[in-house]
T-cell receptor, first 118, second 116 residues
Framework: AQKVTQAQTEISVVEKEDVTLDCVYE???????LFWYKQPPSGELVFLIR??????QNEISGRYSWNFQKSTSSFNFTITASQVVDSAVYFC???????????????FGRGTQLTVWP | DVKVTQSSRYLVKRTGEKVFLECVQD?????MFWYRQDPGLGLRLIYF???????EKGDIPEGYSVSREKKERFSLILESASTNQTSMYLC???????????????FGSGTQLSVL
C-alpha cells in the first residue's frame, strides 16, 4: 500500500484560478514530517515546505498555502491566483522516524501534473 | 550555494553494459539517496546510505548496487544494464536528522539514462 497518495494525476486550470492539490498519507508513527516539492520542466526538484506532525497550523507563503489535518491524514496544497509559471509536477512526501532519526528517507506520492493556461 | 552534482545529464548505454552514475555533494551531509523517477510512478527509492561504507536497500534495489567510499560521493551501479532500467535517476542528500527548520532533502538535477 502506498504511504502517500496523490489521487489527482493531472490538473488544468486557467491563469488566476485557485487550485488545490490533494495529498493523503498513511503512517503509524506519531512523529513524522510532510513535504511538498515542485518539479518544473527543467527537472530539478524544488523544496516548498516541510511540516512536522506536531504542528497542525496552516501555513501561508505568498500565493501558496498548506492545510494539514491529522484527523484525515491529509496535507493539501493550494495555489491562489495561479500563474503560468506554476506549471509543474508537484510531489507530496512523507518522512518517518527510523531508529530514532529521520534518516532523511522520503516516501513520495506519484505526483500531480499542474498545467496553468494563459 | 549548496549543491548536489550528478556527473551526467543524459546517458545512453547498451543492454548488458556496466553503468556508473556518480553523485557528489558539498554540504557534508551524512545521508545520501538514489531515486528513480518514472512517469506515473513518482520517485522510488533504490538505495540509500547514512554513513561512509554503509548502505541500505530501498524499495526497488534489484539490478542495482551502490558504493560510498567517501562521505561526499555516492555511486549507483547497474551491473548489467537492461531496457527496463531506462529512467530518470535522481541523487539526493540530507543531514543525519532534521533539527533546524530548513533542513530537507537536497536533489541533484538528475541523469536521464536510456538503455538500448
Amino acid at each position: 500500500a502506498q504511504k502517500v497518495t496523490q489521487a489527482q494525476t493531472e490538473i488544468s486550470v486557467v491563469e488566476k484560478e485557485d487550485v488545490t492539490l490533494d495529498c493523503v498519507y498513511e503512517t503509524r508513527d506519531t512523529t513524522y514530517y510532510l513535504f511538498w516539492y515542485k518539479q518544473p520542466p527543467s527537472g530539478e526538484l524544488v523544496f516548498l515546505i516541510r511540516r512536522n506532525s506536531f504542528d497542525e497550523q496552516n501555513e501561508i507563503s505568498g500565493r501558496y498555502s498548506w492545510n494539514f489535518q491529522k484527523s484525515t491524514s491529509s496535507f493539501n496544497f493550494t495555489i491562489t491566483a495561479s500563474q503560468v509559471v506554476d506549471s509543474a509536477v508537484y510531489f507530496c512526501a512523507l518522512s518517518e522516524m527510523v531508529r530514532g532519526s529521520t534518516l532523511g528517507r522520503l516516501y513520495f506520492g506519484r505526483g500531480t501534473q499542474l498545467t496553468v493556461w494563459p | 550555494d549548496v549543491k548536489v552534482t550528478q556527473s551526467s545529464r543524459y546517458l545512453v548505454k547498451r543492454t548488458g553494459e556496466k553503468v556508473f552514475l556518480e553523485c557528489v555533494q558539498d554540504m557534508d551531509h551524512e545521508n545520501m539517496f538514489w531515486y528513480r523517477q518514472d512517469p506515473g510512478l513518482g520517485l522510488r527509492l533504490i538505495y540509500f546510505s547514512y554513513d561512509v561504507k554503509m548502505k541500505e536497500k530501498g524499495d526497488i534495489p534489484e539490478g542495482y548496487s551502490v558504493s560510498r567510499e567517501k562521505k561526499e560521493r555516492f555511486s549507483l551501479i547497474l551491473e548489467s544494464a537492461s531496457t527496463n532500467q531506462t529512467s530518470m535517476y535522481l541523487c539526493a542528500s540530507s543531514p543525519r536528522s532534521w533539527g533546524a527548520e530548513n533542513e530537507k532533502l537536497f536533489f541533484g538535477s538528475g541523469t536521464q539514462l536510456s538503455v538500448l
